[in-house]
């Protein structure tokens, strides 16, 4: 397997656009997560899923931001509209088994907000 | 809620050297406990995992010690290199979730 894809790489934007991400978790694995790095709060936790369903969305820090699952083998974070703070690494992760917390991660999205 | 501490936020050593990167947390009501690498740039890369029932692991030059009731757990890496440079990060994982700390940075200098 390719591991957790996550795209684009890089995203550069300008303040009020709306910005997708992407994500291809490894195939077989029922769990889905989404973190946000900076460098002042580390890595955060925004959502997880557990198969295409969001269980928990306590650490999405506004309604700008929103997630979805449509499918077992995708998934999107959207942020609109976008603001300078949102600028953060945004990594993907999967995992076969929840409770044993083995998540595999993706390279992440650096997102730029201008 | 969790908080994860690491102790220090950067380390710089001799080729050669040990390395002794440390970790606490808050609720030691945890499944488990991973050591993570992670590169500049690139994403995290799963070195240890530790067992709440487990006291250490071990993997090559690396040895991860887990104290639950103390809420801390110590990573020590054996005959530094170069290659070993970059940023460790601890998470423990209860609740379905993992709480990460801020990194310790480490540069191994040749």
């Known amino acids: 397997d390719a591991g957790v894809i996550q795209s684009p790489r890089h995203e550069v934007t300008e303040m009020g656009q709306e910005v997708t991400l992407r994500c291809k978790p490894i195939s077989g694995h029922d769990y889905l997560f989404w973190y946000r790095q900076t460098m002042m709060r580390g890595l955060e936790l925004l959502i997880y899923f557990n198969n295409n369903v969001p269980i928990d969305d306590s650490g999405m820090p506004e309604d700008r931001f929103s997630a979805k699952m449509p499918n077992a083998s995708f998934s999107t974070l959207k942020i609109q509209p976008s603001e300078p703070r949102d600028s953060a690494v945004y990594f993907c992760?999967?995992?076969?088994?929840?409770?044993?917390?083995?998540?595999?991660f993706g390279a992440g999205t650096r997102l730029s907000v201008l | 809620k969790q908080e994860v501490t690491q102790i220090p936020a950067a380390l710089s050593v001799p080729e050669g050297e040990n390395l002794v990167l440390n970790c606490s947390f808050t609720d030691s009501a945890i499944y488990n406990l991973q050591w993570f690498r992670q590169d500049p740039g690139k994403g995290l890369t799963s070195l240890l995992l530790i067992q709440s029932s487990q006291r250490e692991q071990t993997s090559g030059r690396l040895n991860a010690s887990l104290d639950k009731s103390s809420g801390r757990s110590t990573l020590y890496i054996a005959a530094s290199q170069p290659g070993d440079s970059a940023t460790y990060l601890c998470?423990?994982?209860?609740?379905?979730?993992?709480?990460f700390g801020a990194g310790t940075t480490v540069t191994v200098r040749a």
């Open positions: 992760a999967s995992s076969p088994v929840a409770w044993e917390n083995i998540q595999y």
């Open positions: 998470a423990v994982g209860s609740d379905y979730k993992l709480s």
